[in-house]
């Protein structure tokens, strides 16, 4: 493992040649890139490597760094890690360059230290504004820290320049979460509509050959049933075969295929109706034809998103299942955006799941499964309460008062972003007028209660 060291690096607000540093290990990538942000007004230093990267941040700190992740020798995400642990250089702003499929790597990215990243094919002005907004940031926090500066000096001198401080933090640290929360909202927009575009692209190409299985097995029962029953009117009117015939019907014992083979297409009908259903739930949960306000049936809301999880739901790998227990009320449609509902309802599903299988590891299935909860209520004739409980060990006060702040979590590195609950928060508060609470007590689970109203009122 390569080790550096900064001893002499420079401030990058301070440096005379403040530069970026593009490290890819592609010719073409390299090129492309250095003359796409030579608009920028800053030096462009590309290197093939993430030991070459290294040396370079060794003696001279850049003022942003477009990473590969994809390298011989050491990748994109060993680089970073190195960058980040350094707490001489940790502050340098990272952005990834990855395939638009791969949103696994993104989130990983994130977890080591990443701020941003570009996809692959590279879209000029896409890596002309992340590039930017970056920057801006960098500017800002310069900025920030140098006001703090002189007014630190000067409230030494003037007591009455107290309230000019205040206010002027007020103000910057404003425009860094506001900053912050667009650049966080972009990234979980963008990984929903991957997601979304995909599962509705498999949803459809699925749904055409299937729909073609299931209305063929109909006919298909009724020509095997035809068969079998010509060849019991040729047995009575026959019914001294030939030695080879009667061999024949030894050797394929026809009287357990008569019998199994009504079986068998019965059990291909079962399946590919069931087939059917998942498609239509994978259509259902990623909704991207109904991008506006629509009144919709929540309950297939929940139910879509369970089916989707119901892999996680089974038992698997010596983890027992987990037992969803559907409480529905008699509520109305709802007035909402469908697909961010199911996003927030994946969300908290998920979060019950990982609380449920970090409680109860590699149990007996007869021993306290785990268990979930969903009840549907209205509310004052207004509003639908939709209630999500687990059986884990809950949350503790301290944890329970951060749950809804951007990429607060408790969860390995590698496993969770700290977003889900962030973005769900924003998706039921903002979007929707709604509220979203947590309850709970140690030992008995928690709830996740989300409140919407029936009608949105514009």
Known sequence: MPNFSTSNALDPSEASNSFILVVDDEPANLSLLKETLSSTGLKIRVVTSGAKALEIISKQIPALVLLDIAMPGIDGFETCRLIKNNPETADIPIIFATAASEIKQKIKGFSVGAVDYITKPFQVEEVLARVKVQ???????????????????????????????????????????????????????????????????????????????????????????????????????????????????????????EKDLLKLLDSLHVGTERIRQIVLSLRNFSRLDE???????????????????????????????IQVEKQYGPIPPVECYPSQLNQVFMNILVNAIDAIEDH????????DPGKIQIVTEIANHKNVVISISDNATGIPEEIRSKLFDPFFTTKPIGKGTGLGLSISYQIIVDKHGGNLTCTSSPGHGATLTIELPIQQYY
């Open 291 to 321: 991008a506006e306000k629509k009144a919709v049936n929540i309950h297939e809301g929940i139910d879509s998103t369970l089916l989707m999880l119901e892999n996680r739901l089974k038992y698997q790998d010596n983890q027992p299942a």
């Open 360 to 367: 109860s590891p590699q149990k007996e299935p007869a021993e």
């Open 135 to 257: 920057l801006a940031l960098q500017q800002l926090n310069a900025t920030l820290r140098h006001k703090n500066q002189q007014l630190e000096q000067e409230v030494i001198a003037r007591a009455s320049t107290e309230k000019t401080l205040q206010e002027t933090n007020d103000r910057l640290e404003q425009s860094l979460q506001e900053l912050k929360s667009t650049q966080v909202q972009l990234i979980q927009s963008e990984k929903m509509s991957s997601l979304g575009h995909l599962v509705a692209g498999v949803a459809h190409e699925i749904n055409n050959p299937i729909n073609f299985i299931y209305g063929n097995l109909e006919p298909a029962q009724y020509y095997c049933q035809s068969l079998i029953n010509l060849v019991n009117y040729y047995r009575q009117e026959y019914p001294n075969p030939s030695q080879g015939i009667q061999n024949y019907i030894d050797e394929i014992d026809f009287h357990y295929l």
